[in-house]
T-cell receptor, first 111, second 111 residues
């Protein structure tokens, strides 16, 4: 499983767009990129998944450059309820024994 | 959408007790996982199962065992609870390519 690197924390204000970048230099050909959101005392929640280029759903967009060595989760117009930890995960569902979510990025949204 | 249910949100057990944490899914997914989450350490994989009666060790299996007698149920067993097993325990299923659905978690305190 490709190791990922994310910023430990980010700050933003309500209404702003937030971009969280994840580096995964050793990503393999079959690997997908998946982002999760976690609130305190809850399990992580799937946000978005992609393989290349751009993916968009009702809550976020995921930008993946051609070399796939990084990815950016984009949250449009954040609100206070977007304050959470965001995890980037890279893998192809093989090698579960080495699966790790890493430390994630703590996003704090202020009024 | 699949639902993952963990039997208890909070548990307090005594050192040396045998502890059972139960996880049930309401669909037919093959891959189920147990993680623990501790501050500063992120999510760490304890065990996973890819089918009934099949199990694989994760990164930190010591002190734990698992049971999967039916496809929908995956149990984590602490044979003799210790204080260093105080943690948040999270069960998850894999919908494919790391599209995980997590349960709400069980916060276990061993005293």
């Amino acid at each position: 499983l490709a190791k990922t690197t994310q910023p430990i924390s980010m700050d933003s204000y309500e209404g702003q767009e937030v971009n969280i970048t994840c580096s995964h230099n050793n990503i393999a050909t079959n690997d997908y990129i998946t982002w999760y959101q976690q609130f305190p005392s809850q399990g992580p929640r799937f946000i978005i998944q992609g393989y290349k280029t751009k993916v968009t759903n009702e809550v976020a967009s995921l930008f993946i450059p051609a070399d796939r060595k990084s990815s950016t989760l984009s949250l449009p117009r954040v609100s206070l309820s977007d304050t959470a930890v965001y995890y980037c995960l890279v893998g192809d569902s093989s090698g579960y024994s080495t699966l790790t979510f890493g430390k994630g990025t703590m996003l704090l949204v202020s009024p | 959408d699949v639902k993952v249910t963990q039997s208890s949100r909070y548990l307090v057990k005594r050192t040396g007790e045998k502890v059972f944490l139960e996880c049930v899914q309401d669909m037919d997914h093959e891959n189920m996982f147990w993680y623990r989450q501790d501050p500063g350490l992120g999510l760490r994989l304890i065990y996973f199962s890819y089918d009934v009666k099949m199990k694989e060790k994760g990164d930190i299996p010591e002190g734990y065992s698992v049971s999967r007698e039916k496809k929908e149920r995956f149990s984590l067993i602490l044979e003799s609870a210790s204080t260093n097993q105080t943690s948040m325990y999270l069960c998850a299923i894999d919908r494919g390519n790391y599209g995980y659905t997590f349960g709400s978690g069980t916060r276990l305190t061993v005293v």
